[in-house]
Every structure is written in C-alpha cells, then in structure tokens.
C-alpha cells in the first residue's frame, strides 16, 4: 500500500514538471522581439568617421568690408554594413541650440565615403571677428545602427589691415641695412689711406739707397 501511494507521488511531480516545462516553454500569442536585440545583428566593428577633412582654423584675407560666408561641412564616413544616412549637426560656439542637416555624398571628390553640405550662411560685419563653431557628425548603418562622432570645432577669424606692422619692418630692415654698409666703407678708408702713406715712404727710402 505504502509503495503504491509512492508511486502516483512521484507520477503526479512528473506530471506538474512536465507541464511547467510546456507552459514555459512555447512563448505566448502576444510576444514581440525587443528591437534593442534585433539592432545588435551585426558582426562589424561600427561606423567610422574621418574628421580630417574638416580644418580646425581659417585666417581670412584682411580687410575692413562686411563679408559674406557658407559654413562647409565635410566628414568621412564607413561602415563595413554599408552607410545609409549622414547627418552634419553645428552651432556657434556662443549658444548651446545645434541645428542637423542631412549630408550627401561628394561627388567633387573620388572617395566614395566623402559626405559634404553648406547649411549655413552668414555675414559679417566687423573689420577684425573670431567665430568658432562647434560641429559633430551622425550616421546610420544599413541595420538602423546609430553613431556619432566626438565634436569638432572650427574657428573663422579676420584680422583689421597690417599695412602699420610691414611699414615699420621695413623701415628696420633699412636701417639695418645703412649701418652694414657704413661698417664696409670705414675699414676701406683706412687702407686706402694707410697705401697712399706707404708708398711714398718706401719710394724715398729706395732713392736714398741708390
């Protein structure tokens, strides 16, 4: 008796384990895949931005006349799953509100990851301006992988007229000039003087003796 109650025991346990098992086993009608999951199916290393193509300062002929200007924004980018979109994102350095554009790729040059837009122009009215601008780079792969690239900034300044400051290098560089040129003829005098002396001594001396 004992061992037969032990029996449908260790059958009803098998039981209640098996249907767990089944149960936890099969997912419900209503499951969706986590899009976080389905965004890490990727074997590459991740997008990479060349930001060299973007200088870090330009020095603008001098002058006192308002100038118009066009931000440029050029970035590298690759990405082994294939790139699809770029985005250029800017602000001047003075605010903290950035502006996106879509980029697109430069046909002026043979690389074919070479992106490039002009979002931006500005004038300036200043004779002498320093403007920095802040810029940075967004990119999304063919699997919808989003990267950014670290900030970048670009500094544009103008400079007032030099016309004082070469003015008084070359009135130094003559200067430096006349007083070279008094330092040869001073010896020469001196020589010319010490033959015309000489020659006459030693042509009396020579008469004496003859």
Known sequence: MKRKVYYNLVFLVTMV???????????SGTYQP???L???????????FDMTLMPGFADLIPGTEPVNLILELRVGVSDPDGVSK?????????ISEWTNVT???DDSTSNPDD???WPHNYTMTEPSFVVIWDIKFYANDSLNNWNVSSVHQLSICRQTSTSITTTSMITSTTTTNSTTTDSLIVPFVIVAISVLIIIP????ISQRRI
Do not use: D, R
Request: charge should be negative; aromatic fraction near 10%; charged fraction near 5%.
């Open 34 to 36: 986590s899009s976080v």
């Open 38 to 48: 389905m965004y890490q199916l990727t074997q590459s290393t991740g997008t990479e």
């Open 17 to 27: 384990i098996l249907s767990l098992v089944s149960i936890t086993g099969e997912p």
């Open 86 to 94: 770029v985005i250029g994102s800017y602000k001047n350095n003075s």
């Open 201 to 204: 001594v030693l042509y009396i």
């Open 103 to 105: 980029m697109s790729l």
């Open 115 to 117: 992106y490039v837009a």
